[in-house]
T-cell receptor, first 111, second 114 residues
Framework: EDQVTQSPEALRLQEGESSSLNCSYT??????LFWYRQDPGKGPEFLFT???AGEEKEKERLKATLTKKESFLHITAPKPEDSATYLC????????????FGTGTLLAVQP | EAQVTQNPRYLITVTGKKLTVTCSQN?????MSWYRQDPGLGLRQIYY???????DKGDVPEGYKVSRKEKRNFPLILESPSPNQTSLYFC?????????????FGPGTRLTVT
């Protein structure tokens, strides 16, 4: 069964304290791994797509990496405005459009 | 401004009263999807569409219908809503081009069925 698991469920950091979020997956035929940010009461905001093991992408303080079994979202020197829920999803099957989401990591960055 | 819009944003209804949630995108994307988000379960795909008149079931399609008569619109229809369909619903549109795939979500519709 296709499955996406994110850890930890919640993470509290001090401003400037770097850390990583994990997304592990078991899918038959990965068609991309996606990271999103979701603020309370809003729709998920697209961050990155990764397609193959070894691929890395960066955006400001965020860096996403991918292996054959998991992805990491590294947050370097976070700021309070980075506080949000971070969602991971995998594209499966014959159509990339079908996504399976993890339940997310709630990140709180304290000043 | 490129965006996905949904209406209504909030809806309270009663069991069995048919309703439609509209979704529209202005990015000329071929792919569109509907998701529901529930605490502890995350986002689950209800239906998706790869183009006009082409739709397919996601993971939780029971109790829902969709149609794609125009490229920009993808309404979600609940013919006979039940309380277990109380949820936060998101519409999304996406494009895939070569190595790029990006999906954009609407602001959400919070539905309560009593």
């Amino acid at each position: 069964e296709d499955q996406v698991t994110q850890s930890p469920e919640a993470l509290r950091l001090q401003e400037g304290e770097s850390s990583s979020l994990n997304c592990s997956y078991t899918v038959s035929g990965l068609r991309g791994l996606f990271w999103y940010r979701q603020d309370p009461g809003k729709g998920p905001e697209f961050l990155f797509t990764l397609y193959s093991a070894g691929e890395e992408k960066e955006k400001e303080r965020l860096k996403a990496t991918l292996t054959k079994k998991e992805s990491f979202l590294h947050i370097t020197a976070p700021k309070p405005e980075d506080s949000a829920t971070y969602l991971c999803a995998v594209g499966v099957g014959g159509a990339t459009n079908k996504l399976i989401f993890g339940t997310g990591t709630l990140l709180a960055v304290q000043p | 401004e490129a965006q996905v819009t949904q209406n209504p944003r909030y809806l309270i209804t009663v069991t069995g009263k048919k309703l439609t949630v509209t979704c529209s995108q202005n990015m000329n994307h071929e792919y569109m999807s509907w998701y529901r988000q529930d605490p502890g379960l995350g986002l689950r795909q209800i239906y998706y569409s790869m183009n006009v008149e082409v739709t397919d079931k996601g993971d939780v399609p029971e109790g829902y219908k969709v149609s794609r008569k125009e490229k920009r619109n993808f309404p979600l229809i609940l013919e006979s809503p039940s309380p277990n369909q109380t949820s936060l619903y998101f519409c999304a549109s996406s494009f895939a081009s070569g190595a790029r795939y990006e999906q954009y979500f609407g602001p959400g519709t919070r539905l309560t069925v009593t």
